[in-house]
């Protein structure tokens, strides 16, 4: 069975660093397809980051230089590092697993993953 645990959520203030970890079981972090989605209260599941050619990483405008997605095979764990964090940050992020690797161009959609983690709470304050 597929397992994505996360951890690394918590409070914070504006301007501050959080580091939000994807282990996984069950599932192959290094050859896989993998993203991070948020859902924000009331609004739906949103892409956040994820890899896309030659395993270069992408990330929505909202976030682009102030989030990185990154991944230790040997840990076989994902992460997603985020600084200059803003109080619109606040939201459940979850990590996501493909069974397949979807195109480039899908791989920010929440119908492109079979497997998520149960997610991990962010507060921006």
């Known amino acids: 069975d597929v397992q994505l645990v996360e951890s690394g959520g918590g409070s914070v203030q504006a301007g501050g660093s959080l580091r939000l970890s994807c282990a996984a079981s069950g599932y192959s972090v290094s050859t896989g397809c993998m993203a991070w989605f948020r859902q924000k209260s009331g609004k739906e599941r949103e892409g956040v980051a994820t890899?896309?050619?030659?395993?270069?990483?992408f990330s929505v405008d909202s976030v682009k230089g102030r989030f990185t997605i990154s991944k230790d095979n040997a840990k076989n764990t994902l992460y997603l590092q985020m600084d200059s964090l803003k109080p619109e940050d606040t939201a459940m992020y979850y990590c996501?697993?493909?069974?397949?690797?979807?195109?480039?161009?899908?791989?920010?959609?929440?119908?492109?993953?079979?497997?998520w983690g149960q997610g991990t709470q962010v507060t921006v304050s």
């Open positions: 996501a697993a493909a069974n397949s690797c979807p195109g480039y161009v899908d791989r920010l959609y929440v119908s492109s993953y079979n497997y």
């Open positions: 890899f896309v050619g030659f395993g270069t990483a």
